[in-house]
């Protein structure tokens, strides 16, 4: 229980600090476009309330939820193969580099001509760009799997689902995480980039609106609201992570403790 207060700590220690020196900076402001932090709060409280939050706010986070998933589960699984497979490597990687060096953004003009403009084009703009940091992480993972690991398991007649899920996913679990540490992060910033797009509702269509409307407090209020999205989605990641890779962390503990 202290470990986990002693990450919250650090997770949230910086951002207090620059919260503290924008409000002091911010504090005699009279222009237009950088308003006292104290409105912007006061803003908040008004324009983020039961109901923005139902419909702008929470369409978001299921978009991003929904496009991170798919590009979890099809990163992992795309990864597993391509980084099992000297010779499916050798035929997708040149492709798999292509399709990595075009930015996401440019794809919704795209996708929306085949997705329409509802949230499937949303939820496929996210997953593009989330999944390419988990396949290459899980590629390079499977990789690395231990070689003496590996003849072991075909020793004992370790195979298919087992060898799997005890050998390959275990051993690639570290960078694999690395990967979907590095896709949320991304994946926000798809998420408000797609809802620009013909959009209804969403964080990315309200701060669009507050901006052509000229509502500087409530833009900057919905900026702030994104900055503590993203906040919360890294804390609650590092907890999951901390639990699921506690083996992990102790072997690296250990490790440091000889030396």
């Not at 990864?79 to 794809?107: C, H, M, Q, S, Y």
């Not at 060898?163 to 690639?172: C, G, K, N, P």
């Not at 797609?194 to 407090?217: C, D, H, K």
């Not at 919360?232 to 030396?259: D, N, P």
Request: charged share 15%; proline share 5%.
């Amino acid at each position: 229980m202290i470990d986990v207060l002693k990450k919250i700590v650090l997770a949230i220690a910086l951002p207090a600090l620059l919260f503290a020196a924008w409000w002091f900076a911010s504090a005699g402001s009279e222009n237009f476009y950088w308003p006292p932090l104290r409105e912007i709060l006061r803003t908040f409280g008004e324009v983020w309330t039961g109901e923005r939050l139902r419909t702008d706010v929470l369409p978001s986070v299921l978009r991003l939820a929904a496009g991170y998933a798919v590009a979890v589960l099809v990163g992992v699984s795309l990864g597993v193969v391509v980084g099992g497979n000297r010779r499916v490597r050798a035929v997708l990687e040149p492709v798999l580099e292509f399709f990595r060096a075009i930015p996401p953004p440019v794809l919704v003009p795209v996708i929306m001509l085949f997705a329409g403009i509802g949230d499937t084009m949303k939820v496929v703009v996210i997953a593009a760009g989330c999944v390419w940091p988990i396949l290459l992480n899980t590629v390079e993972g499977v990789r690395a799997v231990d070689g003496v690991l590996a003849d072991t398991c075909r020793s004992y007649g370790i195979s298919g689902g087992a060898r799997l899920r005890h050998l390959v996913l275990r051993s690639a679990s570290p960078q694999i995480a690395a990967g979907m540490r590095q896709a949320l992060s991304i994946g926000i910033i798809l998420m408000v980039i797609s809802e620009m797009f013909a959009a209804s509702n969403g964080l990315g269509f309200a701060i669009v609106q507050f901006q052509r409307g000229f509502a500087i407090p409530d833009m900057w209020s919905g900026i702030l609201l994104l900055g503590l999205l993203g906040l919360i989605l890294s804390v609650l990641f590092r907890l999951v992570e901390g639990r699921a890779l506690a083996w992990y962390h102790g072997q690296r503990r250990a490790q440091r403790g000889t030396r």
